[in-house]
């Protein structure tokens, strides 16, 4: 079965830069969509970034408004692995990061940001942006 692990996470200044990663084991993550989420203490989770799986036309990605043109998402078929590139961090940043695989290969970007097919998760990853 598939586990997701993701990494990365720590304390940084606002203006720096992380990288996420969610390593998975059990299942080959080429024919997923992978989502990334977050959840700020007292606040709903909400989607962050979502790519196509390697095996669909143009493995596309999408992304919250609220972190377009500074998160980057991208993936590692041979690691196994999808990263999470965030740079220029603001301190709104600041939640646990979590990704997230469906339950079905078919599923796409459209449905994990809706919440559909969301089946694994991993433990979480926290990002504090602070000076």
């Known amino acids: 079965q598939l586990k997701l692990v993701e990494s990365g996470g720590g304390l940084v200044q606002p203006g720096g830069s992380l990288r996420l990663s969610c390593a998975a084991s059990?299942?080959?993550?080429?024919?997923?969509?992978i989502g990334w989420f977050r959840q700020a203490p007292g606040k709903e989770r909400e989607g962050v970034s979502c790519i196509m799986p390697t095996s669909s036309i143009d493995g596309s990605t999408s992304y919250a408004d609220s972190v377009k043109g500074r998160f980057t998402i991208s993936r590692d078929n041979a690691k196994n692995t999808v990263y999470l590139q965030m740079n220029n961090l603001k301190p709104e940043d600041t939640a646990v990061y979590y990704c997230?695989?469906?339950?079905?290969?078919?599923?796409?970007?459209?449905?994990?940001?809706?919440?559909?097919?969301?089946?694994?998760w991993g433990q979480g990853t926290l990002v504090t942006v602070s000076s």
């Open positions: 997230a695989a469906p339950s079905t290969v078919v599923a796409n970007c459209d449905d994990l940001e809706r919440g559909l097919y969301l089946e694994v």
């Open positions: 059990g299942k080959n993550l080429y024919y997923y969509s």
